[in-house]
């Protein structure tokens, strides 16, 4: 079965410094991992996605995310916040190998950067 | 820019309702998806459709319905709304001939139930 894990529900971070928002999952055959973020009242708007080769993906906004296959991790980061960057995230991975499953979120992490 | 369109920002219904919930896309997607959100629990899935007139169950589908009798609309039917059917309501939208395409949210219903 997929599963998608957040382990912090919350991340607080002074403006100017690094974000890292973490990501871990687990799929039975490779992955297609991607982040979203959510601004109060609004839907979710698509960050970044793995799919396959370079390690480190670069997104939006001036995110990026490193799939760590052995650690099976996709954490997001972004080397200096704004305070813009507030807001909730979410993580979903699909099964590569089980075509039409839909995505599966984790239950997201509020990321709060202070000024 | 794919536009996923909600019909209603906020809605308030009474128990007992039928209450309909509407979605269309303007991007010939043909991946169409109904997710609810509840603080600490994420997004479950409700129902997804990949063709016209076809439809699947996804993780929550009890007390749900829903429609998609043309490619661009997809229709949540609460066939008859309960209070623990508050919540907020997200349809998203993808191209259907690869699984490595991200999904495109519309703002959201946030539906009470009386």
């Known amino acids: 079965a997929q599963s998608v894990a957040q382990p912090e529900d919350q991340v607080n971070v002074a403006e100017g410094n690094p974000l890292t928002v973490k990501c871990t999952y687990s799929?039975?055959?490779?992955?297609?991992l991607f982040w979203y973020v959510q601004y109060p009242n609004r839907g979710l708007q698509f960050l970044l996605k793995y799919i396959t080769g370079d390690n480190l993906v670069k997104g939006s906004y001036g995110f990026e995310a490193e799939f760590n296959k052995s650690q099976t991790s996709f954490h997001l980061k972004k080397p200096s916040a704004l305070v813009s960057d507030s807001a909730l995230y979410f993580c979903a991975v699909r099964d590569k190998d089980q075509a039409g499953t839909a995505l599966i979120f984790g239950k997201g992490t509020t990321l709060s950067v202070s000024s | 820019d794919v536009k996923v369109t909600q019909s209603s920002r906020y809605l308030v219904k009474r128990t007992g309702e039928k209450v309909f919930l509407e979605c269309v896309q303007d991007?010939?997607?043909?991946?169409m998806f109904w997710y609810r959100q509840d603080p600490g629990l994420g997004l479950r899935l409700i129902y997804f459709?990949?063709?016209?007139?076809?439809?699947e169950k996804g993780d929550i589908p009890e007390g749900y319905s829903v429609s998609r009798e043309k490619k661009e609309r997809f229709s949540l039917i609460l066939e008859s709304a309960s209070t623990n059917q508050t919540s907020m309501y997200l349809c998203?939208?993808?191209?259907?001939?690869?699984?490595?395409?991200?999904?495109?949210f519309g703002d959201g219903t946030r539906l009470s139930i009386l």
């Open positions: 991007m010939d997607h043909e991946n």
């Open positions: 998203a939208s993808s191209l259907g001939d690869r699984d490595n395409q991200p999904q495109h």
């Open positions: 799929v039975s055959g490779n992955p297609y």
């Open positions: 459709s990949y063709d016209v007139k076809m439809k």
